[in-house]
């Protein structure tokens, strides 16, 4: 079974600052996806970003940005620039690559970050 | 980005009721989630869907069930809840190769 770890349970920083989150997951599998999540107050989940894991190349969505280490199997989230509006759950989760079936995806326990004024 | 409805957005109900809460989406997304959240906690898989008449139980037992009678349409319904059943539940949908996109929720509230 796949498990994905978040060891940082809070994080805080102030804004405009660089704030990296760390996501560890294990799995046998070798093609799948991996994806951050964002949980505002108002609890809706937002996909902030995705990472196929036959890509090499991080994935990039304007200030935020992946560190995919395929071999150590780590998944970080740098935000650049940080805003108030960043401040939120932020959930790492793990999907296998089927050509059929439900396709669920595994979740970490989140890391709560607050960007302070 | 998909469009995902929940329905109600929040509900404070008493013990013993009957409760369906509503999911729809209009992608055409083929499959399509369930799962339940406490405030600050991870999220917790209680049901999903392959498509149309295909409905299966999630990592979470739960005691509530669903169907799916329309590709855009995945109600849960509660027989009779119980103060242990207030939670957040969310809704998401899928397509082919797509991730998952979530609706914005429902609070339940069980008095």
């Known amino acids: 079974a796949q498990t994905v770890t978040q060891s940082q349970p809070e994080m805080s920083v102030q804004e405009a600052e660089t704030v990296t989150l760390s996501c560890t997951y294990d799995?046998?599998?070798?093609?799948?996806?991996l994806f951050w999540y964002k949980q505002p107050p108002s609890r809706q989940m937002i996909l902030v970003i995705r990472q196929e894991a036959y890509k090499q190349q991080n994935a990039t969505e304007n200030r935020f940005s992946v560190n995919f280490q395929k071999a150590a199997k780590s998944f970080s989230l740098k935000i650049s620039d940080s805003q108030l509006g960043d401040t939120a759950m932020y959930f790492c989760?793990?999907?296998?690559?089927?050509?059929?079936?439900?396709?669920?995806?595994?979740f970490g326990q989140g890391t709560r970050l607050t960007i302070n004024p | 980005e998909a469009d995902i409805y929940q329905t109600p957005r929040y509900l404070v109900i008493g013990t013993g009721k009957k409760i369906t809460l509503e999911c729809s989406q209009t992608m055409g997304h083929d499959k399509m989630y369930w799962y339940q959240q406490d405030p600050g906690m991870e999220l917790h898989l209680i049901h999903y869907s392959y498509g149309v008449n295909s409905t299966e139980k999630g990592d979470l037992s739960s005691e509530s069930t669903v169907s799916r009678i329309r590709t855009e349409h995945f109600p849960l319904t509660l027989e009779s809840a119980r103060p242990s059943h207030t939670s957040q539940y969310l809704c998401?949908?899928?397509?082919?190769?797509?991730?998952?996109?979530f609706g914005p929720g429902t609070r339940l509230t069980v008095l």
């Open positions: 799995t046998s599998e070798n093609n799948y996806y």
């Open positions: 989760a793990f999907m296998k690559l089927y050509i059929q079936g439900a396709q669920k995806l595994v």
């Open positions: 998401a949908s899928r397509g082919t190769s797509s991730p998952q996109y």
